[in-house]
Nanobody, 125 residues
Framework: QVQLVESGGGLVQAGGSLRLSCAAS????????MAWFRQAPGKEREFLAT????????AYADSVKGRFTISRDNAKNTVYLQMNSLKPEDTAVYYC??????????????????WGQGTQVTVSS
């Protein structure tokens, strides 16, 4: 069983930055592919970014490429999402997710088997 707890959300003005964190339980964090998704009201959950087990490979959705950066610290069992140049359309609940079995590269919800509870990010114009 893997437990994921997100933090770092909040209210920020357009053009500002936030850094989200996701702390994972368990002793095998370094074996999980990790990702961030978000879900805005009335919309489907959207893939944002994923990072390989070692952190050496990353991939992003076009909507956030160049603005968001995913990283991880396996010693701290934590994955991060640095969000810069935020826009009002980035307003959503942000979720981290862990893939414990399917491998690198997943961009859909079904590729991930553990989820955090989400953290709200609100970007004002």
């Amino acid at each position: 069983q893997v437990q994921l707890v997100e933090s770092g959300g909040g209210l920020v003005q357009a053009g500002g930055s936030l850094r989200l964190s996701c702390a994972a339980s368990g002793r095998t964090f370094s074996s999980y592919v990790m990702a961030w998704f978000r879900q805005a009201p009335g919309k489907e959950r959207e893939f944002l970014a994923t990072i390989s087990r070692s952190g050496g490979s990353t991939a992003y959705a076009d909507s956030v490429k160049g603005r968001f950066t995913i990283s991880r610290d396996n010693a701290k069992n934590t994955v991060y999402l640095q969000m810069n140049s935020l826009k009002p359309e980035d307003t959503a609940v942000y979720y981290c997710a862990a893939d414990t079995h399917t491998g690198w590269g997943g961009r859909v919800e079904q590729d991930y088997d553990y989820w955090g509870q989400g953290t709200q990010v609100t970007v004002s114009s």
